[in-house]
């Protein structure tokens, strides 16, 4: 079973339009959450980092939130762009050092 | 300044054969990674080092693969014997330490095996 799960697998946006993407986790202990973005064939690029104390975090047009007692995070685009279309995953890192724990990504598509 | 870099960017081999990969760290990175990415899926740990010595190597999936970094820069994963399971794009990243520090990405290298 995964230890980190997200959804949709897939989402179709019109641009400037916003959206909302989830992320369910049983890793645990863990250190910090984080959200990547990956476009087709280049490696993830970091968006945000949180700690488990933190609730949310911004960046730019991205924002994260984190609640550890139901263990879910969710990654909300504002005015999507079309350079927005890419992979988003989120990623879990524990205690161990600086190893980290991606989903499967969500395959986010902004059409004009 | 350059980022992480790796080479080859596509990698063909025929079943059975040996293949290394390179990964450049971001200079002054002290800690570099592994991971393994297979199509519509998230990477997957491989290795970490910190400094020259591999920090964790849980992920190696078996004695095929192997990874060294005997300067604490350049990295060269290695695989033996190589299988068409192991066909994916393998990525690198670094940091200035282990922990909580961004890791940042190569592009990756995509190894297919015929």
């Known amino acids: 079973k995964n230890q980190v799960e997200q959804s949709p697998q897939s989402l179709i946006i019109l641009e400037g339009k916003n959206c909302t993407l989830q992320?369910?986790?049983?890793?645990?202990?863990?250190?910090?959450l984080r959200w990547y973005k990956q476009d087709t064939g280049r490696g993830p690029v970091s968006l945000t980092i949180m700690t488990f104390s933190e609730n949310t975090k911004s960046n730019g047009r991205y924002t994260a939130t984190l609640d550890a007692d139901t263990k879910q995070s969710s990654l909300h685009i504002t005015a999507s762009q079309l350079s927005d279309s890419a992979s988003y995953i989120c990623v879990l890192g524990g205690n161990q050092g600086g190893k980290l724990i991606f989903g499967q990504g969500t395959e986010l598509s902004v059409k004009p | 300044g350059a980022g992480v870099s790796q080479t080859p960017s596509n990698k063909v081999t025929e079943k059975g054969k040996y293949v290394e990969l390179r990964c450049d760290p971001i200079s002054g990175h002290t800690a570099l990674y592994w991971y393994r990415q297979s199509l519509g899926q998230g990477p997957e740990f491989l290795i970490y080092?910190?400094?020259?010595?591999?920090?964790?190597d849980s992920g190696l999936p078996n004695d095929r693969f192997f990874a060294v970094r005997p300067e604490g820069s350049v990295s060269t994963l290695k695989i033996q014997r190589t299988e068409r399971g192991d066909s994916a794009v393998y990525l690198c990243?670094?940091?200035?330490?282990?922990?909580?520090?961004?890791?940042?990405f190569g592009p990756g290298t995509r190894l297919t095996v015929l």
């Open positions: 992320c369910n986790y049983t890793v645990s202990p863990f250190s910090n």
């Open positions: 990243a670094s940091s200035q330490a282990g922990g909580y520090n961004e890791q940042f």
């Open positions: 080092f910190q400094g020259t010595g591999a920090a964790d």
